[in-house]
């Protein structure tokens, strides 16, 4: 109860300051970037804490996966923030609340907080695992986490690389070609090493770890992420989005539609 208390108020205090940051920069850009580094840092905190009786080799592992992904990410997001004036997700809903926009935006953010706990409490969960040392299911963990890193960075990495090139249009290259957001699929991955090392005999809490995975799958497949972002691509790039989401997955990486083996 305490460790759920306290990711939910760290949640709430970053998002109100995503909140600050987006009214003094006018950048709604900035909003992910604060997410990203409040939920890594609520993370470390909440893993190194004493909420359970999880050994301090676990805790500091664990901890020092949620530094490594707020700072990967993080940094990602404001790298390409610094190159925007606006978020396009963002822009498109201050646009459509008007001159309410700034309360609308405070309270959906707040909702992300909300919606946030999960990821926070699945850190937490995983690190005070009370299983006494650390053995092949931590491991595992840590397989799964630095896959799901590693991917989310080449997945960055190529588009990154599609912009400079100037090429225009849809990147269609590299894991690109075989999903259109493998970032967020990455990403889904990603959390997936929570449970990994969470779930034990006798550590009924962890299963509660699970909810991680899932509420980055849903919130990137039906929320926040993909159905913005292509509403977003498709008034942009019209016909050839239309046609690379009839020959590409969604999330999922798999061979494209009409590619010879």
């Not at 004493?50 to 901890?63: E, N, Q």
């Not at 493998?182 to 034990?200: K, M, Q, R, T």
Request: charged share 15%.
């Amino acid at each position: 109860a305490a460790a759920l208390v306290f990711v939910a108020v760290a949640m709430s205090a970053f998002m109100a300051l995503a909140t600050l940051v987006e009214r003094r920069t006018g950048n709604s850009g900035w909003i992910d970037v604060v997410w990203t580094l409040g939920l890594g840092l609520t993370g470390v905190a909440g893993a190194l804490l004493s909420f359970g009786a999880g050994p301090m080799p676990r805790r500091l592992v664990v901890a020092g996966l949620a530094l490594a992904w707020a700072l990967r990410l993080g940094l990602h997001i404001a790298r390409r923030t610094a190159g925007i004036t606006e978020d396009p997700r963002y822009a498109k809903l201050k646009r459509d609340w008007g001159n309410a926009a700034p309360q609308q935006l405070a309270r959906l953010l707040q909702m992300q907080a909300l919606v946030s706990i999960p990821l926070g409490l699945g850190i937490v969960l995983a690190a005070h695992r009370p299983a006494p040392a650390l053995g092949w299911q931590d491991l595992a963990g840590v397989a799964v986490f630095v896959a799901g890193l590693a991917g989310g960075a080449i997945a960055d990495g190529q588009l990154r690389a599609f912009a400079r090139s100037g090429a225009g249009g849809v990147c269609d290259s590299g894991l690109w070609r075989w999903s259109r957001h493998p970032n967020y699929f990455f990403e889904c991955l990603l959390w997936c090493s929570y449970p990994v090392i969470a779930l034990g005999a006798g550590y009924t809490w962890g299963w509660l770890a699970l909810l991680a995975p899932a509420c980055i799958t849903l919130l990137l497949t039906r929320i926040s992420g993909i159905p913005p972002l292509e509403e977003h691509m498709l008034a942009k790039h019209g016909e050839a989005y239309r046609a690379y989401q009839n020959r590409t997955s969604a999330l999922i990486p798999l061979p494209p539609k009409g590619a010879s083996s």
